[in-house]
């Protein structure tokens, strides 16, 4: 039975269930906008000349700040037919490293994406519409959107060496060759989605 979570703990659940409401709030500005488009310029005669611009920013607002929920869920695409025939205390490890090396990848995005606000702040870049949007407003969501995935990888890695060090019994050993996604309570993410909820 997993023990209670920790400040810590709740605080990245609560952080997770935000962004998921948030992105929610983004996807139904996003129709709205569209849609008022559409009302606009083919009922009433005008567009909006701005539709298109900030459907975009919703767009990249929805995907840069669904990354670290998406991983805490398992949606993420893994090839890991050997690791997964690992008993579970041997499994950890590999998967471990794997959460570092995704966390290091992160921390360079956000490096070189926060480099590019930067630049765009300091020449004033605005887009190329009436609305002559400063970009690095839009721009901030990709160094935020991968420094929150690569605070999701290292909470991920933590909990499987957790699991390593408290030698994970037979119950957490997925079924060798069983798709694990169809079953929660032997799916090797779950401990993770425990740590951040």
């Given amino acids: 039975m997993p023990s209670p979570p920790r ?42 000349q701005i539709s298109d611009e900030y ?29 997964a025939r690992l008993p579970a205390r041997a499994r950890a490890l590999p998967e471990a490293a794997d959460a570092l090396a995704g966390a290091a990848v992160c921390a360079v995005l956000a490096y070189a994406t926060w480099l590019m606000v930067q630049a765009s702040s300091e020449i004033g870049a605005v887009s190329l519409t009436v609305a002559e949007t400063p970009q690095a407003w839009p721009q ?38 069983q798709d694990q996604s169809q079953d929660p309570a032997r799916d090797p993410d779950q401990e993770a989605r425990h740590v951040l909820d």
Avoid: K, W
Avoid at 30 to 38: A, D, G, K, Q
């Fill in 55 to 83: 459907s975009g920013y919703l767009f990249t607002a929805i995907t840069m700040l669904c990354l670290a929920p998406a991983l805490r869920e398992g949606r993420f695409l893994r090839i890991d037919g050997l690791v």
């Fill in 140 to 177: 901030a969501l990709m160094p935020a959107g991968f420094a929150l995935l690569g605070l999701a990888y290292l909470a991920r890695g933590a909990a499987r060496v957790r699991r390593a060090l408290a030698g994970a019994g037979p119950e957490a050993d997925p079924d060798r060759g």
């Fill in 7 to 48: 400040p810590l703990q709740r605080a990245a659940g609560a952080l997770h269930r935000a962004l998921l409401v948030l992105c929610g709030l983004c996807l139904l500005a996003m129709v709205l906008l569209m849609n008022t488009e559409i009302l606009t310029r083919y009922v009433l005669g005008f567009s909006t």
